[in-house]
T-cell receptor, first 111, second 115 residues
């Protein structure tokens, strides 16, 4: 089955700097890669996703890149703000298989 | 609130007791998922339904766990003879079956503590 590895597990950045979180996946049949943000005590919320027919997708300060050959995808947050502090999860799935999540990255943005 | 709702939000029980959780998905969503999340981990898939049919179950779902979605709307997850290892956040999510790219909307979760 699918296995998703996520790095780093914790990340601290200064406000205004960029943050990058990387994930690798094992199943070449996976074709959907969402990123979820989970604030303390709250539900995971989708912030961006990418499909396997696209290499990059951007939404304001957030971007995701996908390298199908290398089976890795990354989340980029630019101009970080304190409200970006949260745990971020990557996930992967293909067809009707379930979403498989990484273990999460705790991002702290220091004002 | 038109999002996914779960009840109760917190449950404390003694080892050996049975517990049941409820999930109400977004009304037009016909796919419903259950996940378990422990501290420092991502959500782990347990099972999912399309309408009332339970289509897949994880190996994590031992025979003490059972899930139902009798009318294709709300779902229940029951854990029998709870063990301390069952302590976790139980998350429900729902989606439309839009090809493979079905964004899943999560509920707030039920935090289970087994003493």
């Amino acid at each position: 089955g699918e296995n998703v590895e996520q790095h780093p597990s914790t990340l601290s950045v200064q406000e205004g700097d960029s943050a990058v979180i990387k994930c690798t996946y094992s199943d070449s049949a996976s074709n959907y890669f969402p990123w979820y943000k989970q604030e303390l005590g709250k539900r995971p919320q989708l912030i961006i996703d990418i499909r396997s027919n696209v290499g990059e997708k951007k939404d304001q300060r957030i971007a995701v890149t996908l390298n199908k050959t290398a089976k890795h995808f990354s989340l980029h947050i630019t101009e970080t703000q304190p409200e970006d502090s949260a745990v971020y999860f990557c996930a992967a799935k293909g067809g009707n298989t379930p979403l498989v999540f990484g273990k999460g990255t705790r991002l702290s943005v220091i004002a | 609130d038109t999002g996914v709702s779960q009840d109760p939000r917190h449950k404390i029980t003694k080892r050996g007791q049975n517990v049941t959780f409820r999930c109400d998905p977004i009304s037009e969503h016909n796919r419903l998922y259950w996940y378990r999340q422990t501290l420092g981990q991502g959500p782990e898939f347990l099972t999912y339904f399309q309408n009332e049919a339970q289509l897949e179950k994880s190996r994590l779902l031992s025979d003490r766990f059972s899930a139902e979605r009798p009318k294709g709307s709300f779902s229940t997850l029951e854990i029998q003879r709870t063990e301390q290892g069952d302590s976790a956040m139980y998350l429900c999510a729902s989606s439309l079956p839009r090809d493979s790219y079905n964004e899943q909307f999560f509920g707030p979760g039920t935090r289970l503590t087994v003493l």
